[in-house]
């Protein structure tokens, strides 16, 4: 499903959260998934909004405090359309966000559209994201049109500069 089929499945939608599973806090990973939602949003002609969960502020609440985790995903369960961004650790996404995720209830992303990105710093990875990310959001009840991958070459010097062009687009 290309951006402007999405336009016509989201119809009136405008909330875009995002999630973002690096351990490092106010990342190169959260700059390029904000980044990708102001494309989508201008490319949808909605405004920027949603909810923004930056794992890394979670990690220390992730296995003691399981009300932080339900709120921060009740929080994005609101929005009509999420960005998931991780860096590749060990050929797949991240711990942090698996522990996430693995804390949400069954289909909490039931009929939710979802664009999964994943950046590497090889072509070598670019399936891991189709591979690994994908089957867990669908698990969760996403609808998943397109999986995203972009190389850390390809990440832009200024969130405004992110060109949608540049990621590789995986079916």
């Known amino acids: 499903m290309t951006v402007p089929e999405l336009a016509a499945v989201l119809g009136g939608m405008t909330q875009i959260g995002v999630l973002v599973g690096n351990p490092r806090p106010a990342s190169r990973t959260l700059q390029a ?11 949808l002609g909605v ?29 994005l369960g609101q929005a ?7 860096p590749t650790y060990k050929a797949a996404y991240t711990g942090l966000l698996k522990a996430v995720l693995d804390q949400a209830p069954p289909g909490w992303l039931k009929g939710k559209v979802v664009v999964p990105l994943q950046i590497a710093a090889a072509d070598k990875h670019a399936l891991a994201v189709e591979v690994h990310l994908r089957p867990v959001l669908a698990e969760l009840g996403a609808v998943v049109p397109q999986a995203l991958f972009l190389t850390e070459s390809a990440l832009p010097a200024d969130a405004t500069t992110f060109d949608l062009e540049a990621l590789k687009v995986l079916r």
């Open 33 to 43: 998934a904000l980044a990708l939602r102001e494309a989508l949003a201008a490319t």
């Open 47 to 75: 405004p920027v909004e949603g909810p923004v969960v930056d794992a890394a502020e979670l990690a220390p609440a992730v296995f003691t405090e399981p009300d932080t985790i339900k709120a921060a995903l009740q929080s």
């Open 80 to 86: 009509d359309f999420l960005v998931v961004a991780t």
